[in-house]
């Protein structure tokens, strides 16, 4: 019904830059909020950034600064811009996104498929 593809990710190395995509398609009607939580090696799952259509943003504290969100609306499309990485970053990230299909007009949740960020000292 909904399908996110995910896309970057890969090995980064301290202080560098990579970036992530979130690209939604499917019975969308419309997309409200998109982010990416990541989750690394025996942690929780955390969010790292969310933003919603309209442009709110909330960054985790470990990121901000560092990490750029953004969106393409007509797209349903999500960047998430990653500078200054350090190895703490090094996650299994993955991309969701709030969407309201043609058949369900209650936001339901769905996930990327998820994209491996590792950064070497």
């Known amino acids: 019904q909904v399908q996110l593809v995910e896309s970057g990710g890969g090995l980064g190395q301290s202080g560098g830059s990579l970036r992530l995509s979130c690209a939604a398609s499917g019975s969308i009607y419309k997309v409200e909020r998109m982010g990416w939580f990541r989750q690394a090696p025996g942690m929780e799952r955390e969010l790292v950034a969310r933003i919603s259509r309209g442009g709110d943003i909330d960054y985790a504290d470990s990121v901000k600064g560092r990490f750029t969100i953004s969106r393409d609306n007509a797209k349903n499309t999500a960047f998430l811009q990653m500078t200054g990485l350090i190895p703490e970053d090094t996650a299994v990230y993955y991309c969701?996104?709030?969407?309201?299909?043609?058949?369900?007009?209650?936001?339901?949740?769905?996930w990327g498929q998820g994209t491996q960020v590792t950064v070497s000292i």
């Open positions: 969701y996104a709030d969407v309201i299909t043609t058949t369900n007009w209650v936001p339901q949740k769905y």
